[in-house]
């Protein structure tokens, strides 16, 4: 018999999430998240799952039917994206101008395929020429893949003229929405992107471990067309669906796959809740309005961004660190003299960068002006 472990409950303090994810979590959700859980074929819980697919639907913008949330993190939509539409001996351009960009790379190696590599300078975004170039130089591709916000580097991509690309090169796009979902324009229908993938723990401000996956119709018809089955039995969307809307299942009745995330889901139809409720274009704006105002207050400080001004994210401030400060003593004091997490750089950011998250709730003059102040006294 091993013995007991002596310990007390998990009491975390109320931390201001400033850094590239999880960001702070909306007070309703957290209370949404602890209602009493009900069966995952719960009549009245499967009303609520349509309900989340229509607020998905909406937080993208598209009418996609097959539209759910993946019950694992924002990589776990990423590997949704790749191992239902890649077949292996398929090649795909994978742009990258960051760390997720590799991640992708990653993914379609996996899947068996060819990945062609199409590389940007950390700090900028996917240049829409050396894209077109690619695409002219494989017209046998039949996939390209990018971020459209660059979590690593804080760098916005132009996502309406990749996917119109793609469109005129007959390549699907999949796209990686995980920090852009919520914190600036996103139109998936409009802008016509066939995968999208987000996380829930960004710009929707909910807890983390979910993923809103969307497919086309045309993406659904290559997932249809498959000749080899889908190698992630857990991430097979054909599957998935059965229980998401009924369409495989017998007599259109929902199918158990996996156990829903129940309470998790709760949160995330919260959240998205709150998002409809303010409107996303209000939304887009709040978060444009709080980096001005983060940024104004930086530069003050003598703190310069990574990222030129026309491709920044305002929901993700990447800024260099000034000579002669060190990184992980700042980091340090600001979490335990101000319950202050702001993030450290990643790959080749790392020990050069910290980036300042604005995301969803975390978005607003409070937390702002807490960051300001805090780093300007730690600062001197
Ligand atoms: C955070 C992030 C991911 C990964 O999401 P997880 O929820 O951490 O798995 C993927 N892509 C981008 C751009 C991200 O910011």
Redo the contacts with the bound molecule.
Sequence with gaps: MLTAPKVNSFNPPRRILMG??PSDVYPEVLAAQSRPTVGHLDPLFVGMMDELKALIQYAFQTSNPMTMAVSA??????ETCFVNLVEPGEKVIVCRNGV?GE?MRQNVERVGATAVVVDNEWGTPVSVSDVEAALKANPDAKFLAF?H????TGALSDAKALCALARQYHCLSIV?A??SLGGVELRVDEWGIDAIYS????CLSCV??L?PVSFSPAAVEKLKGRKTPVQSWFLDQSLVMGYWSGEQGAGGKRSYHHTAPVNALYALHESLRLLAEEGLENAWARHQNMHQQLRSGLESLGLNFVVAEASRLPQLNAVYIPEGVDDAVVRKQLLENYNLEIGAGLGALAGKAWRIGLMGFGARRENVALCLKALEEVLK
Aim: glycine share 20%; aromatic share 4%.
């Design positions: 590239p994810g993190p924002g990589s776990a939509g990423m997720f991640r971020v916000a660059e979590t690593s990686d995980v920090t996380g829930s723990q960004k983390p471990g993923s």
